[in-house]
């Protein structure tokens, strides 16, 4: 069960960093071609909004990995708990107010992640 946990907060840590890599550094070219509804004249006035989203979900990955290094489990598990539930609020909110998706993508593992640190 260990193994599965560490897993899923290793992904939902990756989806994060991946997400702050996008949302600071490829807004304006790769956000072009995913998010196709979007008009194309707001990719650059609204790239300090996209950026500063980015560093938001830098802090949620670096919360995640920061678990991978704390000695004593009750201490992991409740950092662990805390920033799978602000992923968890945020994928939620996300898929209420923009997509839908967002909650398989988002919310979801991290969701699975706080059940199986409570089952265990």
Same mark, same amino acid.
């Given at each position: +069960?260990? !193994?599965?946990?560490?897993?899923?907060?290793?992904?939902?840590?990756?989806?994060?960093? %991946?997400?702050?890599?996008?949302? +600071?550094? /490829?807004?304006?070219?790769?956000?072009? @071609?995913?998010?196709?509804?979007? =008009?194309?004249?707001?990719?650059? =006035?609204?790239? =300090?909004? /996209? $950026?500063?989203?980015?560093? %938001?979900?830098?802090?949620?990955? $670096? *919360?995640?990995?920061?678990?991978?290094? !704390?000695? #004593?489990?009750?201490? &992991? #598990?409740?950092?662990?708990?805390?920033?799978?539930?602000?992923?968890?609020? /945020? *994928?939620?909110? *996300? /898929?209420?107010? $923009?997509? @839908?998706?967002?909650?398989?993508?988002? &919310?979801?593992? $991290?969701?699975?992640? !706080?059940?199986?640190?409570?089952? @265990?």
């Amino acid at each position: +069960m260990e !193994i599965a946990i560490r897993i899923l907060i290793g992904l939902v840590a990756l989806f994060h960093l %991946y997400f702050l890599w996008f949302e +600071m550094f /490829a807004w304006t070219t790769r956000g072009r @071609k995913i998010f196709r509804n979007f =008009p194309p004249e707001l990719f650059e =006035p609204t790239k =300090p909004l /996209a $950026a500063n989203q980015g560093l %938001y979900n830098g802090f949620l990955a $670096a *919360g995640l990995f920061w678990t991978f290094f !704390i000695e #004593d489990k009750v201490w &992991a #598990d409740n950092i662990s708990l805390f920033f799978l539930g602000c992923v968890s609020i /945020a *994928g939620i909110y *996300g /898929a209420l107010t $923009a997509d @839908k998706k967002i909650f398989f993508v988002q &919310a979801l593992p $991290a969701l699975v992640a !706080i059940l199986l640190i409570f089952l @265990k």
